[in-house]
C-alpha cells in the first residue's frame, strides 16, 4: 500500500508559523507526494505558547523532515513580510541607537519602514512627529536618559481602539495595566482617555506583526515621549486560546512596559543580548511581568521588584518643606517680593522695574535684564521652569528648565540661585562662593 503525507492546508499553514524552512521542505514533498515511505500525523491539540513571541515546539519534526529531503536548521521565529533584500546597516543611527541599548546586531530584523529587535520590540526607521514637540519659545528639551520616559511626558494617556478587535475585548487588560502601574506611586501617572488623537500609547489590533507573535511595542522615543503603539495579534490569540482575562492582563502590562523602557528581565536565559541592570534589583525575577516567553502565562501582579524598578527609575520628586529661601512648585514673587539665603546674605528680588535681581547685600551679582519691560510676577512653575510674566501674561523671560515638573529654587548660602529637581541641579545663577 502506499503511504501518503498528510497535510491538509490549515494543518500545513500551521506549520509555516514556527518553521520557515518547512515552507521549502514541503515544496520537496509535493514533487515527490506518492514516493516517499513514511506518514506524518499532527495532533490535533497545538503546542502552547511560551512567550510574547511564540516559539516552535515542532523542532524534532523540522528535524526528520530536513533528514529525509537535506540537511537543514529550523529557525525559532519566522515572520511574514520580511523583505529579504533590505539589510540591517551598523551604521544607520537607529541602529547605533538599538545597539546603544545592548541589543545585538544579529537580533534586529529589518522592515520597510522599521526595525524588529528580539521579537517584540519596535524602532522606527523614521520616528513620528508630535504635536507640541516644537521648541517652547525657541527653546529646546534638555537632554534625557536613553529609553525612559522625560519627566514632561510622565502623564501617560492610553487609549484602547476596541473597534479594531473583531472579539476579543481589552477593556479590563488595559484597565488593569494603568491601575497597576499607578498603584507603584512613581512619577509615571497613566489614564484612559477616548480619543487617539489625545493618546501616547494606542493598544489596537495588529494581526500582521508576525507569525507566533502575540503583542509587540517598542521603547520610548528619542525625545522622551513613551512608546506609542502597542500592536496586539488577535489572531494569534485565538488560535492558541489565549484570550483569558488574566492572560491579556499580562500580555498588555508587559507590551506597555516595554513602551516605558523596561527590556526583558530573563534576557540573559532567553539568550539575548547584554541589558542595562537596574541597580537595587535582583540579575533574574521569576514573577516579574517583563519576563520574556510568558505568551499565554496569567497575571499576578506586578512583582515586587517590578516596583522597585519603577519606583527607582521613575522616582516622584522630592520638595522640600517651604522656607524664605525656597520657591517650590507653583510660588511666585510678585513685584518688590524676595526670597533669601538662610544667612540672610543674599537677596533674590522681583523688582518693580521688571528686573529680577540677586545681591550680595547691596551689590548685584546676577540679574535677568528685564528692566523697563512691564513685568509684574515671577513664578515657579510646576513644569519646573521659572517665568518672568507681563502684565497681559506673556512670558518674558525664563529659566528654559519646562519639562522637569516638582522642580524648586533655592537661594543657597554660597551665593549661587539653584533649581533643582530630586537632588539635581537644572539651572543655576552659576554666582556661586561669595
Not at 522616582?315 to 540672610?344: M, V
Request: glycine content about 8%; aromatic content about 10%; proline content about 5%.
Amino acid at each position: 500500500m502506499l503511504l501518503e503525507i498528510i497535510l491538509h492546508r490549515k494543518l500545513f499553514q500551521y506549520l509555516t508559523y514556527p518553521c520557515k524552512e518547512l515552507a521549502e521542505i514541503y515544496q520537496i514533498f509535493t514533487f515527490n507526494y506518492y514516493y516517499l515511505n513514511f506518514s506524518i500525523f499532527l495532533t490535533k491539540n497545538q503546542p502552547k505558547p511560551t512567550k510574547m513571541t511564540l516559539k516552535t515546539s515542532l523542532k524534532m519534526l523540522c528535524l526528520w523532515m530536513g533528514m529525509a529531503a537535506f540537511t537543514i536548521g529550523c529557525s525559532d521565529e519566522f515572520e511574514p513580510g520580511v523583505n529579504d533584500a533590505l539589510t540591517v546597516d551598523p551604521n544607520d543611527p537607529v541602529i547605533q541607537r538599538i545597539l546603544d541599548a545592548g541589543i545585538a546586531l544579529e537580533d534586529i530584523v529589518a522592515y520597510d519602514d522599521h526595525y524588529v529587535a528580539e521579537g517584540d520590540i519596535v524602532f522606527y526607521k523614521e520616528e513620528p512627529h508630535f504635536p507640541g514637540d516644537e521648541d517652547h519659545n525657541g527653546r529646546t528639551e534638555q537632554a534625557r536618559s536613553t529609553y525612559l520616559v522625560a519627566p514632561a511626558y510622565r502623564n501617560i494617556r492610553v487609549y484602547l481602539d476596541q473597534a479594531s478587535f473583531s472579539s476579543l475585548n481589552l477593556n479590563d487588560a488595559v484597565n488593569n495595566a494603568i491601575a497597576a502601574f499607578n498603584a507603584v506611586g512613581s512619577e509615571l501617572q497613566f489614564s484612559r482617555v477616548y480619543s487617539a488623537s489625545s493618546a501616547d500609547i494606542i493598544v489596537k489590533r495588529n494581526n500582521s506583526i508576525g507569525a507566533g507573535v502575540c503583542g509587540r511595542a517598542g521603547f520610548p522615543f528619542s525625545n522622551g515621549r513613551p512608546f506609542n503603539n502597542v500592536d496586539i495579534s488577535e489572531s494569534v490569540l485565538i488560535q492558541y486560546g489565549l484570550t483569558s482575562a488574566s492572560q491579556l492582563r499580562l500580555l498588555v502590562a508587559h507590551e506597555i512596559g516595554h513602551c516605558i523602557g523596561f527590556r526583558h528581565t530573563n534576557w540573559q536565559s532567553l539568550g539575548e543580548s547584554t541589558a542595562i541592570h537596574i541597580s537595587g534589583t535582583p540579575s533574574s525575577d521569576g514573577a516579574s511581568i517583563m519576563n520574556g516567553a510568558t505568551c499565554g502565562n496569567s497575571w499576578a501582579g506586578l512583582s515586587y521588584y517590578d516596583s522597585k524598578a519603577i519606583e527607582i527609575l521613575y522616582a516622584a520628586p522630592t520638595i522640600p518643606p517651604p522656607g524664605p529661601d525656597k520657591l517650590l512648585p507653583g510660588d511666585q514673587l510678585d513685584r518688590n517680593e524676595s526670597i533669601r539665603s538662610a544667612d540672610n546674605r543674599f537677596l533674590f528680588v522681583m523688582q518693580g522695574d521688571g528686573n529680577l535681581v540677586l545681591y550680595k547685600y547691596n551689590v548685584p551679582l546676577w540679574a535677568s535684564n528685564t528692566a523697563g519691560l512691564p513685568v509684574t510676577r515671577c513664578i515657579m512653575q510646576n513644569d519646573g521652569n521659572l517665568v518672568l510674566y507681563d502684565n497681559l501674561n506673556r512670558a518674558r523671560w525664563a529659566s528654559n528648565t519646562h519639562g522637569n515638573p516638582g522642580a524648586w529654587l533655592v537661594a543657597q548660602n554660597d551665593g549661587n540661585v539653584v533649581i533643582y529637581r530630586n537632588g539635581s541641579p537644572v539651572w543655576a545663577t552659576n554666582t556661586c562662593c561669595h
